[in-house]
């Protein structure tokens, strides 16, 4: 009998358990629920209000819309002549990073050819004027954006001006040296002319834990550069005849959009010094001090018009915007991110850079 009234018990006891586990993960099926159901709603949101209805002047292009810029420099309402304002901002590079939880942020390269492909068939346009606060980037990247503003140039022939803000340094000046005019601010500082590479050793450290590196290679330079083997010198001798090349074009560049300067000129100021405004400006690297309503005013003079309407194209958010964050933070980290260095510098290739840039910009 007592055992009969003992199992019994058991058996209760066991019921309530299993009763407990199944209301536990149905309740967490139930919060999960609603959780994915907040997360539709918000994404659900975010797009509405990124296809809302735009204006009426908005251009024909998906992913932007025209947005008129409240100023007192120019005119009111839209009309047929207008400035748009373009903004190169932090490193220029070709590839999209993400700036948040629900933030992607366009390369600059993309986000300004995207705008001067709008611009194109926008014929309200009459000049264009670049924002740049940037302390350069890839020189690849560089590069393609200055092709991309002398081939805009040549096909649309409007006037085009750019403004530095803090810092436009290195390959932000690479840049801006494929516009018609450059403007700085009095506290603005630049130049930066030149190239840098990053490599690391580890070799050393390597030894002292007893650690060996092997490579299977097809010749004895395959590797070239590896951080796990010892200093080449006669490989840090062919990696710096290239980074001297690529000076020699950054000179070129310059030369050629810097008509005021020779060769000879340029040469002397790449040595990677930076300039104030007024320095930069003795040595003929920009072509005025002032502020955005001087921009403004030269470059209307430049387009021949009056009282212009300033206006820009801003990005409209989409599903990628919303989601793409998940992707890009399981990326997994690089040696740079170790050192804390932006994560648009990544720890191979060349640069149009100023390294330092951010103890001026922070």
């Known amino acids: 009998m ?14 309530t358990a299993i009763d407990i586990i199944i209301r536990a993960v149905v309740t967490g099926i139930f919060i999960l629920s609603l959780f994915l159901n907040v997360v539709f709603i918000v994404i659900i949101i975010v797009m509405s209000s990124a296809i809302g209805a735009a204006k009426s002047k908005d251009v024909e292009k998906p992913g932007y819309k025209k947005v008129y810029i409240d100023s007192d420099y120019g005119a009111s309402r839209w009309g047929d002549n207008e400035l748009a304002v373009i903004g190169i901002n932090g490193i220029i590079t070709d590839y999209d990073t993400n ?9 600059p390269v993309s986000a300004v050819k995207n705008r001067l492909d709008i611009i194109k068939k926008d014929k309200n346009i009459k000049g264009v004027l670049f924002v740049i606060d940037s302390p350069g980037g890839g020189i690849t990247a560089s590069d393609i954006l200055y092709r991309e503003i002398l081939k805009f140039k040549e096909e649309t022939g409007l006037p ?3 403004l530095m803000k803090q810092v436009a340094a290195s390959g932000a000046y690479y840049v801006a040296s ?12 630049t130049g930066n002319i030149g190239v840098i590479m990053y490599y690391f050793n580890f070799n050393g450290l390597m030894d002292k ?18 951080p796990f083997k010892g200093i080449d010198e006669k490989e840090l001798m062919w990696m710096q005849s290239i980074v001297d090349q690529m000076l020699e074009k950054f000179i070129e560049v310059i030369g050629e959009g810097r008509k005021n300067l020779t060769i000879s ?17 003795a040595n003929g690297l920009i072509d005025e001090i002032g502020y955005f309503e001087d921009a403004v005013r030269v470059l209307s003079e430049k387009a021949g018009i009056e009282r212009p309407g300033l206006i820009e194209y801003e990005r409209e958010r989409n599903l990628r915007d919303v989601l793409s964050w998940a992707v890009l933070n399981a ?8 050192l804390d260095r932006d ?15 951010a103890l001026f910009t922070n």
Do not use: C
């Open 343 to 357: 994560q648009n510098v990544k720890p191979y290739g060349m640069y149009f850079l100023w390294d330092s840039a």
């Open 99 to 107: 700036t948040g939880l629900f933030e992607y942020s366009e390369n």
């Open 209 to 226: 834990y007893g650690v060996k590196y092997v490579a299977i290679k097809s010749s004895d330079h395959k590797d070239i550069l590896s």
């Open 331 to 338: 990326k997994p980290g690089s040696f740079m991110d170790i």
């Open 2 to 15: 007592f055992d009969l009234q003992n199992n019994g018990q058991k058996k209760r006891r066991s019921g």
């Open 160 to 162: 085009i001006l750019t």
């Open 265 to 281: 000129e340029v040469r002397k100021l790449a040595d990677g010094r930076v300039y104030i405004a007024k320095d930069a400006l």
């Open 178 to 189: 494929a516009t018609d005019y450059i403007l700085a601010y009095p506290t603005t500082i």
